[in-house]
């Protein structure tokens, strides 16, 4: 099973990971805690309850959008735009706090 990723999500993981792994050793962890709380603050105020439960599927479940969309009988493009759509509430909040 093959995921289609789309730049803007590539981009997306790739500016939270540099945030997240600085290189600089005494502001990592800070950074690194901060991004947690902040994020986890997101995924549970901000998000809907359809958005909350693909993310921890799709991320902290490590399951793939077809097994989402089989799991919660959507089409699979619903699950697709469903992540893409949280991804941009949660880089808003993100951005606002970190870049």
Known sequence: ???RISFEALEFDKRISD???SEYE???EEKR???KNVMARVIKNDLTARQREIIVLYYYNNKGVAEIAEML???PSTV???IKAARAKIYKYLKYYFL
């Open 1 to 3: 099973m093959s995921r």
């Open 19 to 21: 945030l997240a792994f």
């Open 26 to 28: 005494d502001e990592s």
């Open 33 to 35: 805690a901060k991004i």
């Open 73 to 75: 009988h959507v089409c």
């Open 80 to 82: 697709s735009r469903t």
